[in-house]
């Protein structure tokens, strides 16, 4: 097969293969990554026989997405992850537009659900269970027997069968944030201790660099350093995440956090005092 041959083949299957890779990465960036790349080995076998281009073109995608998401990091994405974008802060209260959010969530509970699976379960669930690729093919592309391969598709299974949907994990994520509010308004640092992980980090991101506190020990210090009485906060939507938003005496804006909620903690926490970024956000007002 000479190269024009070889492209029209790919061709033929990119549709496929895209889709592939969109439901198994989420991101379709990535997915068009992981397609090229897939065209940038085949190209390196053209002159290899290859029996079934599909299943050839299917394992290796399989394979390219399974070190993609490995590559990624394990921590837990902050919702202000980025040091240069200013995030969209709102009202976090129920409404038309938290409704239409809502709606999105529920659209996309598959991808939210897939994000709780190891890479290989992921993959399995994805290939088998969206894409009807059957286990004696899915066992070469993990490089596990079909007996593991089926293991680990009934294990995602059962995982997406338990995950909450997306309402309630909104609902779970808006507690926790809640109760450390109401833990560092009242002093009761025992509460406030129940709510962080062991191991939570806080990013404290100021007009003059970027701090790194690691340990619920760190945060509680910290948090006691505060004078509530002389500060408003409520929570607030940080890029369509539970956060807190502060202001001062004066009514003006003088801290924002946005907090990543997992297994009913606050694992981090990423918070803005810089005066000159918070003044050229949008942020909800003072309620005084």
Not at 15 to 25: K, M, S, W
Not at 34 to 60: K, Y
Not at 225 to 247: D, F, H, T
Not at 256 to 285: E, F, W, Y
Request: proline share 5%.
């Amino acid at each position: 097969m000479d190269e024009i041959e070889l492209s029209a083949a790919f061709e033929q299957h990119r549709p496929r293969l895209l889709a592939v890779a969109r439901r198994v990465l989420g991101s379709h960036a990535d997915a068009e990554d992981a397609v090229q790349e897939t065209w940038l080995r085949l190209d390196r076998h053209a002159g290899d026989e290859i029996e079934n281009l599909g299943a050839w073109l299917t394992r290796v995608i399989g394979r390219i997405c399974i070190d993609i998401l490995r590559s990624r990091s394990a921590r837990a994405e902050s919702a202000l992850e980025d040091d240069d974008s200013d995030p969209i802060v709102t009202e976090d209260a129920d409404g038309p537009e938290d409704a239409a959010v809502e709606a999105d969530a529920i659209g996309m509970a598959m991808l939210v659900v897939l994000d709780s699976l190891e890479p290989a379960e992921r993959l399995a669930f994805v290939l088998h269970d969206v894409f009807a690729v059957p286990f004696s093919e899915l066992g070469p592309i993990l490089d596990r027997s079909t007996d593991a391969a089926k293991m680990l598709a009934s294990r995602a299974r059962r995982k997406v069968q338990q995950q909450p949907r997306p309402h309630e994990e909104r609902r779970r994520r808006r507690e926790v944030v809640d109760a450390f509010l109401t833990a560092a308004r009242e002093g009761d640092f025992e509460a406030l201790m129940r709510t962080l992980a062991p191991d939570v980090t806080w990013q404290h991101r100021t007009a003059h660099g970027t701090t790194v506190m690691v340990g619920a020990n760190e945060v509680l210090t910290a948090v006691r350093q505060g004078n509530p009485e002389r500060v408003q906060a409520r929570r607030v939507s940080v890029n369509g995440r539970p956060g807190i938003l502060a202001w001062g005496p004066t009514g003006r804006p003088i801290a924002l956090m946005a907090c990543t909620v997992a297994n009913g903690r606050i694992v981090a926490l990423v918070s803005i005092t810089d005066a000159k970024r918070l003044s050229r956000m949008q942020l909800p007002p003072s309620s005084r």
